[in-house]
């Protein structure tokens, strides 16, 4: 007690009395303080202890922040018959103070009194809290920071927001092999943008794209790093390759994301809040071969494997393809992560022939491919072959004719998912652009992943925050973008395509045909 008396007493002669708050960038007491009240979690390192219940059980403040109840904006979120109060400074310091629902009067808060009812539980009549609100313990230093942000709370404006205007961001390949490809996306984005302002903005804030590059992992995450301080929102950054980084990094900073360029996206059951993928990826695309597989063979249980690169991330879609397997009761199936050179086509033919193997997911590249099949054939093993179609090239084609009606892409949208209207808005854009065919799939992604953004603004209302725009996401239901599958999201969802089309390859005529009708996931 004589640790938290000292603190108090600090706060009193320490903490200034209320000024009106401003809009702007906080200073370094209130970011402090924000982070405190979001997640529980002090800048210097130090505990923060939240007693909780009528027996004061200690907890870490991380499992308990401020926020969680109280919400990113003070108002209070209703939950489970607890209903936290508004702890906005302006309903707090009040000068004839607040009547509970209860019918109870408490007078104005001071600085120091709410000092005491975060400490102690005490509120500005003297009267014990709630035992649902905990008793916090922190350092001084830390209490000064956490009501510093408090007397900000009601008045701050999340990074990129204005009273004119709402910053986006992204981020895209520097100079090199995908250049042209980052180049094309912006350049979508930004036409996209363009047509939202001639037409007013969105609720009169105009949007503008801070558009940043970088070549490889960590340029990329330094570059979402410090957009995340700047920007209100990322928009089709290319993660490719710093996929699970970038979901942790938006995490860290509180920074929506719409649409990353990624083919390896955070699993459909994972509890990451801040990043929404417009399609499954390779690991909806790998269970969405299974089950295609299993209507196909009607019943029948094939011995399988599956074939993947030896980089980390390619585990766990092989992990994918033996648990969706293992769901419709499949012999257990035979995992082969291929090292480039490290078995020859030839080796690897005999192996699984021998091994009575009948249906292979493939997700190796188009030529190791083409030397499979070639040695398939000699051998006379003809498996049905799965394969996602990001991965596939113009080698499919080349496989050989025994492997005709045997051979079964994935692919997350197809043409029959473009709708008129939204393929003239979108040639519309790429009109007047330096644009060519080579980069339609990117510039299609960048399109729709803006489109989702910008509805998403629309329905969050003027009074715009980050927590707002996650609200107006997790409550979209089949939206149309136009040119990808009908999107939805969730409080628990964040693919909003969670499936994927089979198209079958006609080696004979080299052409697609459509085999299945769009596969939808069952969300985890």
């Known amino acids: 007690m004589r640790v938290v008396?000292?603190?108090?007493?600090?706060?009193?002669?320490?903490?200034?009395?209320?000024?009106?708050?401003?809009?702007?960038a906080l200073s370094s007491a209130e970011a402090r303080g924000?982070?405190?009240?979001?997640?529980?979690?002090?800048?210097?390192?130090?505990?923060?202890?939240?007693?909780?219940?009528?027996?004061?059980?200690?907890?870490?403040?991380?499992?308990?922040?401020?926020?969680?109840?109280?919400?990113?904006?003070?108002?209070?979120?209703?939950?489970g018959g607890v209903v936290p109060s508004n702890i906005t400074w302006g309903h707090?310091?009040?000068?004839?103070?607040?009547?509970?629902?209860?019918?109870?009067?408490?007078?104005?808060?001071?600085?120091?009194?709410?000092?005491?009812?975060?400490?102690?539980?005490?509120?500005a009549a003297g009267k014990s809290l709630d035992a649902s609100m905990p008793r916090y313990r922190m350092s001084e230093g830390d209490l000064d920071d956490l009501l510093a942000?408090?007397?900000?709370?009601?008045?701050?404006?999340?990074?990129g927001l204005s009273d004119d205007r709402i910053i986006l961001g992204t981020v895209l390949?520097?100079?090199?092999?995908?250049?042209?490809?980052?180049?094309?996306?912006?350049?979508?984005?930004?036409?996209?943008?363009?047509?939202?302002?001639?037409?007013?903005?969105?609720?009169?804030?105009?949007?503008?794209l801070d558009a940043r590059e970088g070549e490889g992992t960590r340029a990329v995450l330094d570059e979402a790093r410090t957009l995340g301080k700047r920007a209100f929102a990322l928009v089709s950054i290319f993660a490719s390759g710093a996929d699970d980084e970038y979901v942790e990094l938006a995490e860290e900073e509180s920074l929506p994301t719409i649409g990353p360029f990624t083919l390896f996206n955070q699993d459909e059951g994972s509890l990451r809040r801040f990043t929404f993928h417009l399609f499954g990826g390779l690991p909806v695309q790998a269970r969405v071969l299974v089950e295609y597989a299993a209507r196909r063979l009607r019943g029948h249980k094939p011995s399988t494997a599956v074939i993947y690169p030896a980089e980390p991330q390619w585990a766990a879609i092989a992990r994918t393809v033996e648990k969706q397997a293992a769901e419709h009761g499949w012999p257990n199936t035979l995992p082969i992560r291929s090292a480039r050179g490290e078995m020859s086509a030839e080796e690897l033919a005999r192996r699984l022939k021998s091994g009575g193997i009948e249906a292979v997911f493939f997700f190796g590249s188009p030529t190791?491919?083409?030397?499979?099949?070639?040695?398939?054939?000699?051998?006379?093993?003809?498996?049905?072959?799965?394969?996602?179609?990001?991965?596939?090239?113009?080698?499919?084609?080349?496989l050989p004719a025994v492997f005709q009606d045997k051979i079964f892409l994935a692919y997350a949208s197809i043409p029959s998912d473009h709708k008129p209207a939204a393929v003239t808005e979108f040639s519309a854009l790429r009109r007047g652009q330096t644009l060519t065919e080579r980069h339609l799939l990117g510039e299609m992604s960048a399109y729709a992943a803006t489109k989702l953004l910008a509805e998403g603004l629309r329905r969050a209302g003027r009074g715009l925050s980050r927590e707002k725009l996650i609200a107006a996401l997790e409550k979209m239901h089949g939206y149309e973008t136009g040119l990808t599958p009908k999107l939805t999201y969730g409080p628990n969802r964040r693919?909003?395509?969670?499936?994927?089309?089979?198209?079958a390859v006609d080696l004979e005529k080299h052409a697609f045909r459509v085999a299945s009708e769009w596969i939808e996931l069952n969300s985890k």
Not at 93 to 111: I, M, N
Not at 177 to 196: K, N, T
Request: net charge positive; proline share 7%.
């Open 5 to 24: 008396a000292a603190v108090l007493a600090a706060v009193m002669t320490a903490v200034p009395c209320a000024t009106q708050a401003q809009t702007g």
């Open 34 to 79: 924000r982070e405190i009240y979001l997640k529980g979690k002090s800048p210097s390192g130090r505990d923060i202890t939240a007693l909780v219940g009528q027996g004061l059980v200690a907890t870490p403040a991380t499992a308990l922040p401020c926020g969680g109840c109280h919400g990113p904006d003070g108002l209070g979120r209703p939950e």
């Open 92 to 123: 707090l310091t009040k000068p004839y103070g607040a009547v509970s629902r209860f019918g109870e009067h408490r007078p104005a808060y001071t600085a120091a009194t709410l000092a005491r009812a975060i400490a102690l539980g005490i509120d």
């Open 149 to 159: 942000h408090l007397k900000r709370l009601e008045t701050y404006l999340d990074p």
């Open 173 to 208: 390949p520097g100079p090199g092999p995908l250049h042209a490809l980052g180049q094309s996306m912006r350049a979508v984005v930004q036409a996209y943008l363009d047509e939202i302002n001639a037409r007013g903005g969105i609720y009169g804030r105009k949007l503008e």
């Open 368 to 398: 190791e491919l083409v030397s499979l099949t070639r040695e398939a054939e000699r051998l006379a093993w003809t498996p049905h072959l799965f394969l996602s179609g990001s991965l596939a090239g113009k080698e499919i084609f080349e």
């Open 495 to 503: 693919i909003g395509a969670l499936g994927a089309h089979v198209i």
